[in-house]
């Protein structure tokens, strides 16, 4: 995975911001850097394949990536900081995946396979520090009143958070069988990105909802109303 150190990213894109509502001004962004940094910090790392660039915007990072010293005070100081951050957003303030860490020596003799010493080890619980090399802050949002998840990317999506697309957050309705009558089908709902089923569809013209003049439910209601009362004698 293609990173870059936060710093650096954010002095290259100049109008870039932490996707999201949590951090208002980009001095609010090199102030939050600067403590994981006071905190021990070895790195603080934007990972470019989760960026997110809108059409029409500056792009935006959903994370930072905290690279974690040895030192145990060290280490100490900035999961303060996480399990603050856990206080405020929930538990899943880690990733939905939770984290990994690498697996030592010791571990991998233990199984009976040195071989095994660097294979990732997948930690259910995002707030414990198993000697993980790096901790995922999700800092953009300031409240998760309603969440979705996008089914593509697996990145969250705040109800009222139009950073990523103006149509966001979207719902795919799935309809299975649907060559029989209504009674015999079956129907599941899914949340995207917008930019995310246009990356999957690679097909615009298939996307007639993008453009502005396309009638919202209650447009056409309100044309269905008007049709019938013109309909009354």
């Not at 990972?47 to 990536?65: F, I, K, Q």
């Not at 100081?77 to 957003?89: D, G, S, Y």
């Not at 990732?120 to 995922?136: N, S």
Request: hydrophobic residues 35%.
């Amino acid at each position: 995975m293609a990173q870059e150190e936060a710093k650096d990213w954010f002095n290259r894109h100049p109008g870039a911001l932490l996707a999201g509502n949590r951090f208002d001004t980009r001095a609010e962004i090199f102030s939050y850097l600067n403590e994981l940094y006071r905190a021990g910090a070895e790195q603080v790392l934007i990972d470019l394949d989760e960026v997110v660039r809108p059409d029409t915007a500056e792009p935006a990072a959903p994370a930072l990536t905290v690279v974690l010293p040895a030192d145990p005070e060290k280490r100490l100081r900035i999961f303060e900081l996480f399990h603050q951050e856990a206080e405020q957003f929930g538990q899943d303030f880690g990733g939905d995946d939770g984290q990994f860490r690498e697996m030592t020596r010791a571990e991998a003799e233990e199984l009976g396979d040195p071989s095994l010493e660097g294979e990732l080890i997948y930690i259910d619980d995002p707030l414990a520090d198993t000697r993980q090399p790096t901790l995922l802050f999700l800092v953009g949002l300031k409240k998760r009143l309603m969440q979705y998840q996008c089914c593509f990317c697996k990145n969250g999506i705040e109800e009222g958070v139009k950073i990523h697309n103006p149509l966001d957050p979207c719902a795919l309705i799935i309809v299975a069988n649907i060559d029989q009558s209504r009674p015999n089908q079956k129907e599941q709902e899914l949340y995207c990105h917008f930019d995310c089923l246009r990356k999957v569809l690679n097909n615009d013209n298939l996307l007639y909802i993008r453009d502005p003049e396309f009638s919202t439910i209650g447009d056409v209601t309100s044309e269905d109303c008007e049709d019938e009362s013109d309909e009354d004698p």
